[in-house]
């Protein structure tokens, strides 16, 4: 994922082009080289820069990048995916987007890296029940027959996760829930297959209505799609967001799980989703203190839905 030298020199170029570059500490500098060198497809767009995000499946760059004059460094996903969850996957702190500096009056440093910080979940601002209730009321046979037809699962499996429809916006809903399994937002899926949540929503977790079997393995899927899959084959499984995201949730809804936990990664040509997966995978082993397994579909399937359609799991 990081950028080769050559492209990191580019970098700096560009920066040093930059009227705003002038203003700032190098200390700054430094860090916004950092950041751009760890994304793909870095480009300068306006102002500021593009890439790929890294918190997400990404070939055409959806991520803005930039620096204001206060030094703070702000990314933006036109995906969706929380800055936070960015930030992380980008391999930086949330404390590097920030002027954090310390006084010339401190006499000892505090350390600039600081590791896995406890969970924690932002507060649900809106009323999303309600809205899911109306959703699901839109949700008719037909068009839940229509998804579940595209997607290769059952009817169900797609009832199970809540899957509504919305008349005004012609597209399907999936709503996300945090650690404490309340509603934090919807993700939208349209009949050309293109995803966006809805205005306001915080990324979440895909969770079915029975999800809390410990007698069986839990499976953590990458989407909403993989976890219907799972489901239509008899599978207990429960969502990611995307990648590596969905840490803080995750650590929360499961800090008294006891079965075991299996992380499930999507196949891609550089490995960025089983290395997403990992890190997550390693960072929920910490704060769980058990193992928490990554694995992968074999390599010719690119994600877990399409091996458990094709091989009838």
Same mark, same amino acid.
């Given at each position: ?8 020199? #580019?970098?700096?170029?560009?920066? *040093? ?12 500098? #430094? ?6 060198? #760890?994304? %793909? ?19 055409d760059p959806s991520l803005s990048v930039d620096i204001k004059l206060d030094g703070r460094i702000m990314v933006y996903c036109h995906r969706g995916c929380e800055f936070e969850d960015i930030v992380r996957s980008a391999g930086m702190l949330i404390s590097d987007m920030f002027d954090t500096a310390p006084s010339t009056r401190s ?5 600039? =890296? ?11 601002? =809106? ?8 959703? *699901? ?30 008349? =005004? ?40 209505? %029975? ?5 069986? =393995? ?30 803080? #949730? ?64």
């Amino acid at each position: 994922m990081k950028s080769t030298p050559s492209q990191i020199e #580019n970098i700096i170029h560009q920066l *040093q082009r930059k009227h705003i570059a002038k203003k700032l500490p190098m200390t700054r500098i #430094n860090t916004l080289t950092e950041l751009l060198g #760890n994304l %793909d497809k870095v480009s300068e767009s306006g102002d500021g820069w593009s890439s790929c995000c890294p918190n997400h499946p990404d070939s055409d760059p959806s991520l803005s990048v930039d620096i204001k004059l206060d030094g703070r460094i702000m990314v933006y996903c036109h995906r969706g995916c929380e800055f936070e969850d960015i930030v992380r996957s980008a391999g930086m702190l949330i404390s590097d987007m920030f002027d954090t500096a310390p006084s010339t009056r401190s006499a000892v440093l505090p350390p600039r =890296r600081i590791k896995d910080l406890a969970p924690r979940i932002k507060p649900v601002t =809106r009323c999303w029940d309600v809205m899911q209730e109306q959703f *699901q009321n839109q949700a008719d046979a037909q068009s839940l027959g229509q998804l579940a037809e595209q997607l290769s699962v059952t009817v169900e499996s797609l009832r199970s996760i809540g899957v509504g429809w919305c008349h =005004r916006q012609n597209c399907w809903t999936f709503p996300e829930r945090n650690g404490e399994q309340k509603i934090c937002g919807f993700m939208r899926r349209y009949t050309d297959g293109k995803k966006l949540t809805l205005q306001g929503s915080q990324r979440g977790l895909t969770l079915p209505t %029975d999800w809390n079997q410990p007698d069986q =393995r839990l499976h953590i899927c990458e989407g909403a799609s993989d976890v219907a899959a799972a489901i239509s084959c008899g599978w207990r499984a429960i969502g990611r967001p995307a990648l590596g995201s969905g840490f803080d #949730n995750l650590a929360i809804l499961l800090k008294d799980e006891p079965a075991q936990i299996v992380m499930v990664a999507d196949n891609d040509s550089e490995g960025v989703g089983r290395a997403g997966a990992e890190k997550l995978a390693q960072r929920l082993s910490n704060v769980l203190q058990k193992t928490v397994q990554t694995k992968t579909p074999p390599k010719q399937y690119k994600d877990l839905r399409e091996y458990l359609t094709e091989n009838n799991q």
